[in-house]
């Protein structure tokens, strides 16, 4: 949250890529979502409308889970249970949170820090670590991140 109580945006930075450009394009989307998240809250928009949003979000999420486990599966990448767990985990949270979602309440402001720690630190560091292994294994069309 900023000094004027608003919450703050992620920009996609270069430090996200994965060097799998599913994966990637999976995680502007998602940043893109959880933008439209927290842009609606601050605008103070009504729960129908932040719902909806949410609802989005969650599904996007799921759908993008999936699409990087079966890569996992697919690639025998030796972390795929430890790094499935967070992905359960995650996905538990939000949807528990979501049912009970109220604009203005502290679920959105549980629900808006939880997004945001959750999504930038899950990308820097357990998605980035499958990226270098699928550049590593020379899975078609994975690179190598950029500087
Ligand atoms: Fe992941």
Redesign the pocket.
Known sequence: MDCEGRWELIAWTDNYITGNPGIDSDHRRLLALFNEFSTAVNAGQGDGAVRRILDDLIEYTQYH?SR?ERLMQESHYPDYER?KK??DTFTRQIADAGYHLAVGSDLSAFLLSLLAKWLGG?ILS??RK?GIFLVGEGTPGSSVPGP
């Open positions: 889970f990087e790094h967070m992905h899950h357990a998605d499958f």
